[in-house]
C-alpha cells in the first residue's frame, strides 16, 4: 500500500463525497485541512491521536495542516453525544485547558507544518446581522433532522436554542479559514456536513469530509476524563503499560489497529494468533503497551 492509498483507507470511515473525488484532487495540489477540538480537557488522548496520526500522513505528502481550538465554540458546548444540555466552560477553564495543546500535538505533527487557529478570532467579530446571515443558509428540517435532537424531543427533554447555534457556527469555521477538507471522528459528521453547506453557499466551493472511526475508553465506554478511561499522550511509560493491561480484551485488536502504527500484515497476524490461542490475551496487551509506549516516549 502506497502512502496515498494509507491515507485514503486506513483507519478512514468515510470520505465525502467519495474518495475517488477526494484522490483526483489531493493529486491536483495541496490541500488545506483542518482538525476541530474544542478545550473540554486539558490532556491529548489517543483518541484525539487517530486523527493527529492522519493529520501527520497529510504534512508527509505536503498538504497544509491548520489545528483550530474552539476557544469561542467551547463556549457554547458542543451538544453532540449528550442527552442533556452541555455545560458551557468559562474563559478561564478554556484558557487552562488549551495551555498545552501545542507541546501535546507535537508529539505527532511537525510544530513547523503546523498552522494554529481559534476561532474566537472570527467568532468574537460576528455582529447580529452576521449570525442572522448564517443561520439563513441553513433550514430547521436540517438541523431537526440530527438523531440526537430527534431522541431529545421524543423523551421530552430541553434542546436549547443555543445548541442548534452550535453546528453553525462550527460549521462557518470551515469558510472563515477557507479550508479544502475537515478531518473529525464519526460522531462529528453532521457538524462537519454543516460546514460543508455553508462552504457551497458562502464560498461556492467544495469541502471534503474524512471521518474516523471513534476509539472507546479501556473500559468500552465513551473516552472521557469523568470516566477515567483514556491514555493521554503525556502519560508516563509506566501509565501507559499500567492502563493498556486494564484494557477490554474485545479492544485488543481495535487498539492495535488504531492507535499503533503497526503494519496492517503484522496487524492480521497478531489477530491470527489470538484467534488461534497462539499468543494470549496479557501478552498481547504487553506488546501493544510497547508500541504505543515507543510512539511518544522513543
Not at 228 to 243: A, G, H, R, T
Not at 269 to 297: G, M, P, T, V
Request: some cysteine; proline content about 3%.
Amino acid at each position: 500500500m502506497d502512502k496515498l492509498d494509507c491515507l485514503l483507507n486506513r483507519n478512514v470511515s468515510e470520505v465525502i463525497p467519495s474518495k475517488d473525488e477526494f484522490r483526483g484532487r489531493l493529486l491536483k495540489d495541496p490541500v488545506k485541512i483542518y482538525f476541530g477540538i474544542d478545550p473540554t480537557g486539558a490532556e491529548i488522548h489517543l483518541g484525539h491521536a487517530v486523527i493527529l496520526w492522519k493529520l501527520h500522513e497529510f504534512q508527509e505528502l505536503g498538504h497544509k495542516v491548520v489545528l483550530l481550538v474552539g476557544d469561542f465554540t467551547a463556549r457554547i458546548g458542543d451538544p453532540t453525544g449528550k442527552d442533556e444540555t452541555r455545560r458551557p466552560l468559562t474563559e478561564k477553564e478554556i484558557s487552562e485547558n488549551s495551555k498545552t495543546y501545542k507541546r501535546q500535538v507535537g508529539k505527532i505533527l511537525d510544530l513547523k507544518k503546523t498552522e494554529f487557529q481559534q476561532n474566537s478570532k472570527w467568532l468574537n467579530k460576528i455582529f447580529l446581522k452576521d449570525l442572522i446571515n448564517i443561520t439563513s443558509k441553513i433550514s430547521l428540517q436540517q438541523l431537526l433532522h440530527r438523531e440526537m435532537f430527534q431522541k431529545r424531543i421524543k423523551s421530552d427533554k430541553s434542546v436549547a436554542l443555543h445548541e442548534f447555534i452550535y453546528p453553525l457556527l462550527q460549521g462557518y469555521d470551515s469558510v472563515a479559514m477557507n479550508v479544502d477538507c475537515e478531518i473529525g471522528g464519526t460522531d462529528q459528521t453532521f457538524n462537519m456536513l454543516i460546514g460543508r453547506i455553508l462552504m457551497r453557499k458562502f464560498l461556492n466551493k467544495e469541502k471534503f469530509i474524512i471521518t474516523v472511526p471513534l476509539l472507546e475508553g479501556i473500559d468500552g465506554r465513551k473516552m472521557s476524563k469523568s470516566f477515567n478511561n483514556y491514555i493521554s499522550v503525556l502519560d508516563s511509560p509506566q501509565e501507559m503499560q499500567e492502563k493498556v493491561t486494564r484494557l477490554k480484551d474485545d479492544l485488543i485488536m481495535k487498539y492495535f489497529r488504531l492507535a499503533t502504527r503497526v503494519s496492517n500484515e503484522k496487524i492480521v497476524k497478531f489477530e491470527s494468533s489470538l484467534e488461534k490461542r497462539e499468543l494470549s490475551f496479557q501478552e498481547a496487551k504487553e506488546i501493544l503497551s510497547e508500541e504505543i509506549i515507543n510512539l511518544y516516549h522513543f
